[in-house]
């Protein structure tokens, strides 16, 4: 990491954590309980529940934090200063399991999502298959599908990415 | 082209690989986040992220173990020691599966592995046994009744148990209805099998195994004795043999009846029956384990048999290569375990982060291990950090080349302590020395440490 950012760069940082952190902040079912943003070190973090403030109305949403949105806390890497290229945009949904990762319900059926598709947190997106066993991909958040990184009957390994979401 | 998948981590994923290797195998390593970028993964062929870091998602996890070796079109499993490595389901799928899997029959391993069912077997096959119960007993009032028949102390065992958990001494009829409670809810927590047999139990025991190697067509050999009588909460510490002060006489009788006890069982593979010795030499059957033993390569080095090639070799079908006339053990060799423990807190776990790390070389070391400098313990897997093994040709040589191995050892970081210093003054210890120790000397010793 460098010992020094030029100014310029410490803005451009700065105006890419508040976008980020936005878009993170409106991603999900609820309002995020925690938000941290730091500057040369580039960190986002944006926290649900836990630390949630009790709610000040009785008619408060009473809806469980979603399980769907897996990661409580979204964080977007570190860069090496102005010298690093700029990561990659969107977030990267995973494999829940190893196996074979199937884009449609069935042979032949329409894929669960394609390129464009607006995606709401929760709503399935695939199925990775382990041994008979078919497992739900779910998205983590809402948003347009950017890219798909995935193919039909790929076999993909735990945590491997397998689309873009915007 | 065959090609292995070991569905293991740490340093015996490693040790497992370089055989496979030297057979001229195709390799896969499994592991979890965690294990990312560790040495067995770097020396795979191919690496396959099968989870997360916890076990139970992961290492233990059949169908993803599964999915990964039909992902790089492995033909056998070698599943190592703990995890899978005992579990019939697990052997089952495999065979289910077409996929070779290098251990005994999903049926054997199932009978061997519920303790009370092995008992009855084994007695029925001729071999001695505690005095205890040839079943498990359901009903309090019956055990206790059993146990003031067999005398006390005795110890409730689980039958699905192991590792040393789910087992309680009881020294008197009073805290038996409570031990006894407290060992099947344990049991019922642990391993989800509440079952318990009773059995007498020796204060002063030596715990000596017999390595044994059976084909799948009914030869079986024994490979010689291992004294692992250091140990701590049943755990072992330091493994050696030949075990020290057995007459070959001794080690002859436990051989055949081991040989005899898991050929009846219908055992094919490496396999381990565990016996307790008492003062006089007479031996009596604990248990068989069901896979390779951590503590193996002291039987390969003074035998020097591969018994991970002689493993896949019984796994392919292949005939035993030699026979008992064959097995001619030379010299003494000795293992102490580098755990990240620290003996001066009743041996509590110390992950952190491995800053330097040299092994000892030298004439006649071998060092097990998957560490290497900035290797960062994760803390959902056991301790085991080095198998530190020695040869010479006499005990006393192996102690003192085994001290000499242990100062050249450098295994530090900031909050990590090991076991190493604490085996030195173990190999110090008369008693030890003398080869006249049991399984209470770690006891006796932090005893000693406590009152100075």
Sequence with gaps: MTATVETTDLHAVLAALRENAVALAVSGTQPPTRIRVEAAGVVVELGWGAAAPAPVTAAADPAPVPVTAAAPVAAVAPTNGSSAPAPPPGHRLTAPTVGVFYRAPEPGAPPFVAVGDHVQPGQQVGIVEAMKLMIPVEADRGGPVLELLCGDGESVEFGQPLMVLG | ?452
Excluded at chain 2, 103 to 114: H, I
Excluded at chain 2, 127 to 138: I, K, Q
Excluded at chain 2, 208 to 237: F, P
Excluded at chain 2, 243 to 261: H, K, Q
């Design chain 2, 1 to 452: 082209m065959t090609t292995v998948l070991v569905a293991n981590r740490g340093e015996i994923a490693l040790r497992v690989l370089r055989t496979c290797r030297e057979l001229g195998f195709g390799t896969v390593a499994v592991h979890s986040t965690s294990d990312a970028g560790s040495a067995a993964v770097r020396y795979a062929d191919r690496a396959v992220c099968i989870g997360p870091g916890p076990a139970k998602r992961s290492y233990n996890h059949i169908p993803s173990v599964i999915e990964a070796a039909r992902m790089t079109g492995a033909d056998m499993i070698h599943p190592g020691y703990g995890f899978l490595s005992e579990n019939p389901d697990f052997a089952e799928v495999c065979a289910a599966e077409g996929i070779t899997f290098v251990g005994p029959p999903a049926p054997v391993m199932e009978r061997l592995g519920d303790k009370a069912v092995a008992r009855a077997m084994m007695v029925d096959a001729g071999l001695p046994l505690l005095p205890g119960s040839t079943e498990a007993v359901d009903d309090v009032d019956e055990a206790c009744a059993l146990a003031e028949t067999i005398g006390y102390p005795v110890i409730i065992k689980a039958s699905a148990g192991g590792g040393g958990r789910g087992m309680t001494v009881v020294r008197n009829g009073e805290t038996f209805h409570d031990d006894f409670r407290r060992t099947r809810a344990t049991a019922t927590a642990v391993f989800g099998d509440g079952r318990v047999y009773v059995e007498r139990y020796l204060d002063s025991a030596r715990h000596v195994e017999i390595q044994v190697l059976c084909d799948a067509h009914g030869h079986g050999v024994h490979l010689g004795a291992r004294d692992c009588s250091v140990q701590r909460r049943h755990q072992k510490l330091v493994e050696e043999t030949p075990a020290p002060g057995l007459s070959d006489e001794t080690v002859r009788e436990m051989g055949e009846a081991a040989v005899r006890g898991v050929l009846a069982a219908g055992y094919t593979g490496a396999g381990t029956v565990e016996f307790l010795l008492d003062d006089q030499h007479r031996f009596y059957f604990m248990e068989v384990n069901c896979r390779l033993q951590v503590e193996h390569p002291v039987t390969e080095m003074v035998t020097g048999l591969d018994l991970v090639a002689e493993q896949l070799r019984i796994a392919a079908g292949e005939p035993l290569g030699f026979s008992q006339e064959d097995v001619a053990p030379r010299g003494a060799a000795i293992e102490c375990r580098i755990n990240a423990e620290d003996p001066a807190r009743d041996f509590a776990p110390t992950p952190a982060v491995v800053e330097r790390f040299t092994p000892p070389g030298g004439p006649f070391v071998r060092v097990d291990t998957h560490v290497g400098a900035g290797y960062r313990i994760p803390p959902d897997y056991d301790s085991l950090l080095a198998k530190v093994l020695v040869w010479a040709p006499d005990r006393a040589g192996a102690i003192a080349r085994m001290d000499r191995a242990l100062e050249e050892l450098e295994l530090t970081g900031e909050r990590l302590v090991t076991t190493a210093e604490f085996l030195r003054t173990v190999l110090a210890d008369p008693e030890f020395a003398a080869g006249k120790h049991d399984t209470a000397l770690l006891d006796r010793m932090a005893r000693t440490r406590t009152t100075l």
